[in-house]
């Protein structure tokens, strides 16, 4: 868990800028959910046979009433919980999005951290595979706006609840002619889960895994027509990608389209950005049918984007005040202060110089500030409402000037 301090938060907030206008810019909406929620949601929708339930989730006992809670390891089980508990979906379908810390106890490595942030994004209500297609064109969209270069965009399908329980007795019997290459996990999910051992991350069950039968054999056919329609619009908005067959995700609830973005760049933790569509999680979570709800949605890891932006070369400026108010004496104080909050109104970022001391000590941190201008308040100054603006950037000469001036002179450098 970390620390994001102030010479790495303005990167956040850009981040957070650009997110907000992209989203926006397709129509979703914010939504913001509670950290803390009944662990049974997160078991439920999940999967108890999932690297999160069974061994990454940060769960504690309320000792107020004895109910078992957990930090949230993702967001869609809480947007699912919160659209049905208000009954958003009564008029007509949702798009919308969320942000923030999410918190799942992993073991450290580089670009995994026990809490990490994900945008989040669900369209809830929508069946076809054209918000599927949508959900890629606009991560695609995303990666320009940052600067971000060379990320491939991974699709596969899992087809219905039907043809994965024919897959899923198939790999059942392919798993069992090699029980001795079987690492623990894969072999205590055998019965259980096999779908999750796809899904493993130890290099030695790779070959295994290549080798196992595919869902695409055992797909339903209207799987198959939604899974083709999704690559004729990716082909005809011009977005490349590669069919993985294997791609399975770290959750269960999933079906039909997954996908994944995954860079080269980032080392061993190359996705940042995952998703696909969920068509029976709302009627799982809502506990009845009469609540089923067709959905998709994505989440991206946000410190992986990050580092990502930077491994691109992508340069954001940290944001500098316009000025810095220097000042002395009672009169030229009252003076300064009116003088600030003005500039302020008049949109620009001003610094006021709080702790009294010499002009020389006051000039020191004006420059520390990073701020392209002094403005310096005397008595002098008071008397006759002006301000002297020293640029702080480059040799020019002090001048004096009335406010109204000093706006325009700063406005015009910037
Ligand atoms: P993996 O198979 O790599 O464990 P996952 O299936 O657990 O991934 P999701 O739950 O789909 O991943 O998370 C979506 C995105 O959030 C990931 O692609 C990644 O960018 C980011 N993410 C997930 N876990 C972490 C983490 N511990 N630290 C930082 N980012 C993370
Ligand atoms: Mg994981």
């Given at each position: 868990m970390n620390d994001i301090l102030p010479d790495e938060a303005y990167c956040w907030e850009f981040f957070e800028d650009t997110v907000n206008e992209w989203l926006s810019s397709y129509g979703y909406q914010n939504i913001r959910m509670p950290i803390v929620e009944q662990t049974d949601l997160f078991v439920r929708s999940i999967g108890a046979v999932t690297d999160i339930v069974e061994k990454e989730m940060y769960t504690f006992v309320?000792?107020?009433?004895?109910d078992s809670l957990t930090l949230r390891p993702e967001g869609t089980a809480s947007c699912v919980r919160a659209v049905l508990a208000h009954n958003l979906l009564y008029q007509r379908p949702q798009r919308l999005h969320y942000a923030g810390p999410m918190f799942r106890h992993e073991r450290p490595q580089k670009g995994r951290y026990r809490q990490f942030h994900q945008i989040g994004v669900e369209a809830l209500g929508f069946s076809g595979p054209d918000i599927d297609a949508e959900h890629i064109v606009m991560c695609a969209r995303l990666w320009n706006k940052l600067d971000i270069s060379g990320v491939r965009l991974e699709i596969g399908t899992l087809g219905s609840v039907e043809s994965r329980a024919l897959h899923r007795a198939r790999l059942i019997k392919y798993f069992e002619h090699c029980l001795d290459a079987l690492d623990d996990d894969a072999r205590r999910r055998l019965y259980s889960n096999p779908l999750r051992i796809l899904d493993s991350k130890n290099p030695a069950m790779r070959e295994i895994i290549d080798g196992a039968p595919k869902l695409i054999e055992d797909l339903d056919e209207d799987s198959r027509i939604h899974f083709e329609a999704l690559q004729q619009i990716l082909r005809n908005q011009g977005i490349d990608f590669e069919i993985n067959l294997q791609l399975v995700r770290g959750l269960d609830y999933y079906n039909r389209t997954v996908f994944e973005w995954v860079t080269d760049r980032l080392g061993a933790q190359g996705t940042i950005c995952a998703g696909g569509r969920y068509d029976g999680l709302v009627a799982q979570i809502g506990g009845s049918n009469k609540h089923s709800a067709p959905a998709c949605g994505f989440a991206m890891g946000v410190e992986r984007l990050l580092t990502l932006m930077q491994e691109c070369g992508k340069e954001i400026s940290p944001p500098m005040p316009d000025a810095y108010m220097v000042h002395q004496g009672e009169a030229a104080a009252n003076f300064a202060w009116k003088s600030v909050e003005f500039l302020r109104s008049n949109g620009l970022k001003v610094i006021f110089h709080c702790g009294g001391g010499s002009f020389k000590s006051q000039m020191k941190k004006a420059d520390a500030s990073g701020a392209r201008f002094a403005l310096i308040i005397g008595d002098d100054e008071a008397q006759v409402e002006a301000v002297s603006i020293k640029p702080l950037r480059e040799p020019a000469n002090q001048v004096s000037v009335g406010l109204g001036e000093a706006i325009d002179l700063i406005k015009e450098q910037r």
């Amino acid at each position: 868990m970390n620390d994001i301090l102030p010479d790495e938060a303005y990167c956040w907030e850009f981040f957070e800028d650009t997110v907000n206008e992209w989203l926006s810019s397709y129509g979703y909406q914010n939504i913001r959910m509670p950290i803390v929620e009944q662990t049974d949601l997160f078991v439920r929708s999940i999967g108890a046979v999932t690297d999160i339930v069974e061994k990454e989730m940060y769960t504690f006992v309320d000792h107020l009433n004895g109910d078992s809670l957990t930090l949230r390891p993702e967001g869609t089980a809480s947007c699912v919980r919160a659209v049905l508990a208000h009954n958003l979906l009564y008029q007509r379908p949702q798009r919308l999005h969320y942000a923030g810390p999410m918190f799942r106890h992993e073991r450290p490595q580089k670009g995994r951290y026990r809490q990490f942030h994900q945008i989040g994004v669900e369209a809830l209500g929508f069946s076809g595979p054209d918000i599927d297609a949508e959900h890629i064109v606009m991560c695609a969209r995303l990666w320009n706006k940052l600067d971000i270069s060379g990320v491939r965009l991974e699709i596969g399908t899992l087809g219905s609840v039907e043809s994965r329980a024919l897959h899923r007795a198939r790999l059942i019997k392919y798993f069992e002619h090699c029980l001795d290459a079987l690492d623990d996990d894969a072999r205590r999910r055998l019965y259980s889960n096999p779908l999750r051992i796809l899904d493993s991350k130890n290099p030695a069950m790779r070959e295994i895994i290549d080798g196992a039968p595919k869902l695409i054999e055992d797909l339903d056919e209207d799987s198959r027509i939604h899974f083709e329609a999704l690559q004729q619009i990716l082909r005809n908005q011009g977005i490349d990608f590669e069919i993985n067959l294997q791609l399975v995700r770290g959750l269960d609830y999933y079906n039909r389209t997954v996908f994944e973005w995954v860079t080269d760049r980032l080392g061993a933790q190359g996705t940042i950005c995952a998703g696909g569509r969920y068509d029976g999680l709302v009627a799982q979570i809502g506990g009845s049918n009469k609540h089923s709800a067709p959905a998709c949605g994505f989440a991206m890891g946000v410190e992986r984007l990050l580092t990502l932006m930077q491994e691109c070369g992508k340069e954001i400026s940290p944001p500098m005040p316009d000025a810095y108010m220097v000042h002395q004496g009672e009169a030229a104080a009252n003076f300064a202060w009116k003088s600030v909050e003005f500039l302020r109104s008049n949109g620009l970022k001003v610094i006021f110089h709080c702790g009294g001391g010499s002009f020389k000590s006051q000039m020191k941190k004006a420059d520390a500030s990073g701020a392209r201008f002094a403005l310096i308040i005397g008595d002098d100054e008071a008397q006759v409402e002006a301000v002297s603006i020293k640029p702080l950037r480059e040799p020019a000469n002090q001048v004096s000037v009335g406010l109204g001036e000093a706006i325009d002179l700063i406005k015009e450098q910037r």
